[in-house]
């Protein structure tokens, strides 16, 4: 399976589309069997009418029957086409997965430390496998022993190997993925057929596939509709009988599909199966379709502040000098002190503090380590790191109080501005580190001060207000201290944020928006994580996490991106307006289909009735044929729409409601007028 | 002054009157519905009653009481008309016992369908303590219904809806009762009679002799209109002159039948806690309203039957402007009370009145059911615009989800369905078409009006239509039974399971249910789900007829 971040690109070809539809026609012609058909109650009225008027193009044969007969069976069959195209991309991804699925050799350590070969299925839960590098590892559960980078890219198609680890939240690891290097004792957790890799393939087959409250609720309402069309239909018999205009049998039933909303009923499982599908080619994998759906409804998303909303690092963004000083002592001092300093936030100084040093200055001071400086590296007891030149000056930079303490240790100054920046630093939710230096023989100066913080990643902002338009709330979840909280969920934009959360906190809050009638989302990967993500109604669990958060969570991100949160929120409207704009058209379509219809029935009778006849459809015959070929048509031309979706961009209901009624609403009163017209130029050529 | 500038202001007038009066109104329903107090003359009837009016009732609990009320009150109706030759007053008055049935259901189901002559097929004892007192009743039942849907939606994860008979009983002697009294008195003084006078056999101009009848007629008059009855003391109904004698009191009949239904939206804006919302709804009803009435209007005035339009069964002191106002707002409100006749209606203004009724009786509805049906319509409409937002439909918070659905689409197509099941087995049926005045489309609207009307308790006919023999009495009431209770049952299931649902908070996400973009979508779907459902029989009847 290969990761597509543009879900645009598969059948935005319309030669791929073609492709997909020739290759999967003799599978729609499977689905004919009742059945089958018997899901779709409005699909099934039309099976029932094209049998129907088979028997009486049979009994009292004639073009205009046959042709009827034909299209109405080709209604029928495209309906299963476009769910079997929807199924098709799915079953292409499942036989990637299946391949990976081969019967595993494990190496299993019985009771008393031996070794036995055993074929992976014989597996139970809590046998312990040890997994050596090369080697497939036979199924899902929790490294307990070693460390090894595997292969994922199985079910991530991340080429880039992960690594796994026993403890913490890495311990995770899935059947059907390979070991790199190293070593690692497994304990299995599933049993064989129910691993990820099984439920995957039977989520994207479709084969898992139930309908979601949504489309349950929808396919009642059409079932209704339907019903009205039955009796509306039914009733107009005896109806012409009375005014002496008695119906076929076949013009009636056409008139009974044509009224049916056939358009909706038919796309309406390719678009459940395309939304579940869209989620999976942004390697997301949902556990049901209702959580796809209750996505959409989703009004507090809760998002962890590190990895998320920051880059998870704090970062040097600020040298402040202290007074009194030239600007390149901190810099060159800040530096130094940072070269061999490996975490982010050294690196980062390193590389701020180089944007102002000339290439000279950085060759000279990079080359002062080999000529015989010494770390000092950072302790928790020092709360500080530097360096210690030959010559016998000394850098220091850490916490405040360290480096002011070291400094007046040696008997120097710490002067009142910098003590200033600092307290200005931390009050604004930043991390202040005192950068001080010492001369040979001379008392210690403190140069400077670092502003170190965390950093909002680009474009944050922006994509909390686009939530907030569309009505959702944001809450950063994070473990600093409320001050730096706060700075920050300002800094981001965020609607409110919960500092020092623990889990416990999280879980409350969750319970409360709920209580609340909110529905609420949020991302996490950790054990602790697991009892909020099963309470929350959208949790989406990262790949990189732990089996208790995967288990309780209702999706899991292969990328292990926490923002894509929002892309999840994104794709379960989507689903929504698609069915939605698709009903609205289905119905819409109706009133162009009367006009074509009930004139053709009744115009012999009533030559009045021939003022309703607006589009001016040559004979009664085609205008019957005409509309029952659009009405088919139309299934063809809308399957790219049901399966790519409704086009969504973020704004506020009432945009997008007037937006959908204008295209859909409107734009399903007028297409049908213009397409029957055009089908009626050529088929009145027909010798009906 | 010319007649389309007073039709235009008689219009004027009424507009006027009803946004005055719809304010206090509905405000004062929504303080008699939620009030903690209860008035001695109602605690009188609890303990008779054995009744604990402090205690609620869920949803089934409250259906089982209508429907037992509803049970019992046609069994004593129907048992007082049998027996009306053995009590006092009988004056010769009898019907057929098929007839006396739909009588009975018809005046409980707030139908008011008359298979009888009013004036001699029920005698004043039938007319006062049966007739007058189901059209209090009937209508307090429609409003409770109403009154319960919207704590389905106002209250937050509850169990209850209300209590039926304290609801029964605000409804009758807190609402219907004062304003029935005091517009009784207006109409007496606008010249309706009110007497028990002995009939009087006069000598007309021409030689011939007319019984002319007496009766207690303007407190009928009162609630038959207020009430959205219909069943008139005559059979002419409001184009008795006893009944209706003036362009005046034809002005506050047409008022009186529009303003309860008018001042419900009110009562479900202040009962919401969203004023907003009412406007909606009121906006539905009025435009719905406004377009039968220009439609209804234009199409009688145009006629080309006489000089000032289709004067044919409309009587001389209303016009077309007044009688067209008055079809439009009795067919639209489930009244069915005529004061024109409106089989002699234009092929499109008697079609109008067909639809107007065909639109589910929301326009502005009857007594509580215009309410109800313009909500049933809102949920429908916020179903299937709702998913256009990309969230699961709600309505204040509410979601519409399988239940929901369910229960509103079985409500929405009883009414069809009953319409176009009878109508085509109707006009096939020999015995049917033996009672038809009419041949070819008219004939059509004949049969399909009687079946509308009933189906949607409305009870104007088509009247050239002869609907009392045994087939018709019986379907008729058959129609008006499962037309009134099937959707009252549904109608409180989902009150029921909308008013266990905690409400959600809105957002910018969430889609507005009072702005005019949605009073639009309401008034799309509504023309369109009918217009759909009716216009091949539409086009067999009224259309054909208009177009030959």
Not at chain 1, 97 to 115: E, F, K, N
Not at chain 1, 408 to 433: E, F, K
Not at chain 1, 441 to 460: E, F, I, N, S, T
Not at chain 2, 15 to 43: I, Q, S, Y
């Amino acid at each position: 399976m290969t990761p597509t971040t543009d879900s645009d690109s598969p059948g935005s070809s319309t030669a791929t589309l073609l492709r997909q539809m020739a290759a999967t026609l003799p599978q729609a012609f499977v689905k004919l069997d009742p059945r089958h058909v018997w899901r779709s109650p409005v699909v099934f009225v039309v099976w029932v009418g094209s049998l129907l008027t088979t028997v009486f193009a049979v009994v009292s044969p004639s073009w205009f029957a046959w042709l009827i007969t034909v299209w109405l069976w080709a209604t029928v069959l495209f309906a299963n086409l476009a769910e079997a195209v929807a199924e098709g991309r799915g079953k292409a991804q499942a036989a990637t997965l299946r391949a990976t699925r081969t019967d595993t050799v494990a190496h299993r350590r019985g009771s008393g430390g031996v070794i036995e070969e055993v074929s992976a299925a014989e597996l139970t839960v809590g046998d312990l496998v040890i997994v050596s590098p090369g080697e497939v590892i036979p199924g899902d559960g929790d490294v307990v022993e070693g460390m090894a980078t595997v292969d994922e890219s199985a079910i991530t198609g991340e080429s880039a190997p992960v690594i796994r680890e026993s403890g913490g939240d890495r311990c995770a690891v899935t059947g059907g993925t390979t070991v790199l290097s190293d070593g690692i004792v497994v304990k299995v957790t599933t049993r064989t057929g129910e691993g990820f890799i099984d439920r995957m393939i039977a989520l994207v087959e479709g084969a898992a596939r139930q309908k979601t409250p949504n489309e349950i609720a929808l396919t009642i309402l059409l079932t209704t509709l339907t019903m009205i069309f039955l009796l509306a239909v039914m009733a107009l018999q005896p109806l012409a009988i009375y005014s002496g205009a008695a119906q076929t049998p076949i013009v009636l039933i056409a008139l009974l599909v044509c009224l049916i909303p056939t358009t909706i009923g038919a796309l309406l499982s390719a678009i459940g199966i395309a939304g579940m599908d869209r989620l999976v080619q942004r390697n997301v994998l949902a556990m049901s379709g209702r959580a796809v759906e209750a996505a959409g409804d989703v009004s507090t998303l809760l998002l962890d502040k590190t990895g998320t909303i920051t880059f998870g690092n704090r970062r040097a963004t600020e040298l402040i000098t202290a007074p009194d000083l030239a600007g390149d002592e901190i810099t060159r001092a800040a530096y130094l002190s940072s070269l061999a300093d490996e975490t982010p936030e050294g690196r980062s100084i390193v590389e701020l503090a180089a944007i102002a040093l000339s290439d000279d200055d950085r060759r000279q001071l990079d080359e002062m380590p080999s000529q015989g400086a010494e770390f000092v590296a950072f302790t928790a007891q020092t709360r500080m790191s530097g360096i210690d030149l030959p010559s016998g000056a000394a850098v220091r930079k850490g916490a405040a109080d360290s480096v002011a303490s070291w400094v007046h240790d040696n008997g120097g100054q710490v002067p009142r501005g910098v003590l200033t920046d600092v307290d200005t630093i931390a009050s604004s939710g930043g991390t202040p580190l005192v950068v001080a230096s010492r001369e040979p023989g001379q008392a210690p100066r403190a140069l400077g001060v670092v502003h170190l913080k965390d950093v909002v990643k680009p474009g944050m902002k922006e994509r909390f207000a686009q939530l907030r338009a569309m009505g959702i709330k944001t809450v950063m979840i994070t473990g600093d201290n409320p001050l730096t909280a706060k700075s920050i969920a300002a800094e981001a934009g965020v609607d409110d944020y919960l500092a020092e959360a623990t889990p416990e906190d999280k879980m409350a809050l969750i319970r409360q928006e709920q209580e609340g009638g909110r529905l609420v989302a949020m991302t996490g990967d950790g054990t602790n994580d697991a009892p909020a993500l099963a309470q929350s109604d959208v949790g989406v669990a990262m790949n990189t996490g732990t089996s208790a958060a995967k288990e309780a969570a209702n999706m899991v991100d292969l990328d292990s991106d926490p923002t894509k949160l929002i892309d999840i929120v994104s794709i379960g409207k989507q689903l929504l307006i698609t069915r939605g704009a698709l009903t609205t058209f289905s119905i819409a379509n109706d009133i162009a289909k009367y006009f074509a219809i009930i004139p053709a029935m009744f115009v012999v009778l009533f030559p009045g009735l021939m003022t309703l006849n607006i589009m001016g459809l040559s004979t009664p015959k085609s205008a019957v044929l005409s509309a029952v070929i659009f009405n088919a048509v139309v299934i063809i031309a809308l399957i790219p729409l049901s399966l790519r979706g409704v086009r969504y961009g973020p704004s506020s209901s009432s945009a997008l409601l007037r937006r959908n009624i204008l295209l859909y609403g409107v734009g399903g009163v007028i297409a049908p007028f213009i397409g029957i017209k055009l089908i009626d130029l050529v088929v009145s050529h027909l010798p009906l | 002054m010319s007649d389309t500038l007073s039709g235009l202001l008689t219009i004027g007038v009424l507009v006027v009157a009803l946004v005055v009066v719809h304010v206090p109104l509905g405000n004062w329903m929504a303080k008699v519905f939620t009030d903690e107090r209860h008035w001695r003359p109602e605690r009188i009837f609890y303990r008779l009653a054995r009744v604990d009016p402090s205690s609620e009732q869920g949803w089934r609990s409250y259906a089982l009481a209508v429907l037992a009320f509803s049970a019992v009150s046609i069994v004593f109706l129907f048992l007082l008309i049998a027996l009306q030759g053995v009590l006092p007053l009988a004056r010769g008055a009898a019907m057929h016992l098929d007839t006396a049935l739909n009588t009975a259901v018809s005046f409980v189901t707030n139908t008011n369908w008359q298979s009888y002559a009013g004036e001699s097929g029920a005698s004043p004892v039938v007319q006062t303590m049966g007739l007058t007192v189901q059209n209090f009743v009937s209508a307090a039942v429609g409003l409770a219904v109403a009154i319960a849907l919207v704590r389905g939606l106002a209250r937050s994860g509850s169990a209850t809806i209300g209590n039926f008979w304290v609801d029964l009983v605000r409804g009758v002697i807190r609402v219907l009762l004062p304003i029935a009294v005091v517009s009784a008195v207006m109409l007496m003084l606008g010249g309706v009679i009110s007497n028990l006078s002995e009939p009087t056999t006069i000598t007309t101009v021409s030689g011939g002799h007319q019984v002319i009848q007496g009766g207690l007629v303007a407190s009928q008059e009162a609630i038959k209109e207020l009430g959205t009855n219909g069943g008139g003391y005559f059979n002419a109904n409001s184009a008795h002159p006893f009944e209706n004698p003036n362009y005046l009191t034809n002005l506050l009949e047409i008022f009186l039948i529009l303003v309860i239904p008018f001042s419900l939206p009110r009562t479900y804006g202040v009962l919401v806690g969203d004023r907003r919302q009412g406007f909606a709804v009121a906006g539905l009803m009025a435009a719905l309203w406004g377009i039968m009435v220009t439609v209804i209007t234009w199409s009688e005035v145009h006629a080309a039957a006489g000089p000032i339009g289709a004067m044919e069964g409309k009587e001389v002191r209303f016009g077309p402007w007044a009688s067209s106002l008055f079809a439009a707002s009795t067919t639209g409100t489930s009244t069915g009370a005529v004061d024109s006749m409106h089989e002699s209606y234009s092929a499109l203004g008697g079609g109008g009145a067909l639809f107007s009724m065909l639109l589910g009786e929301i326009s502005p509805g009857g007594v509580g059911t215009g309410l109800y049906g313009a909500l049933l319509i809102a949920i429908l409409t916020v179903f299937i615009s709702g998913l256009m937002v990309g969230r699961t439909p709600e309505i204040l918070g509410k979601s519409i989800g399988r239940r929901e659905i369910t229960l509103t689409a079985l409500a929405l197509l009883v009414m069809p369905a009953l319409v176009l099941v009878f109508t085509g087995i109707g006009l096939v049926l020999p015995t049917v078409r033996a009672q038809m005045f009419a041949s070819g489309p008219h004939g059509l609207t004949e049969v399909m009006y009687a079946y509308t009307s009933a189906s949607n308790n409305n009870g104007s006919a088509f009247a050239g239509f002869s609907a009392d023999a045994p087939y018709t009495n019986l379907t008729l009431a058959l129609c008006m039974l499962l037309g009134r209770f099937v959707p009252i049952v549904l109608v409180l299931g989902l009150a029921g399971s909308l008013v266990a649902q905690r409400r959600r908070p809105g957002t910018a996400g969430t889609l507005p249910t009072h702005s005019p973009t949605f009073v639009g979508l309401l008034v799309g779907i509504a023309l369109v789900v009918t217009g759909l459902t009716f216009f091949p029989a539409l086009a067999l009847g009224p259309l054909a007829e208009a177009l030959s």
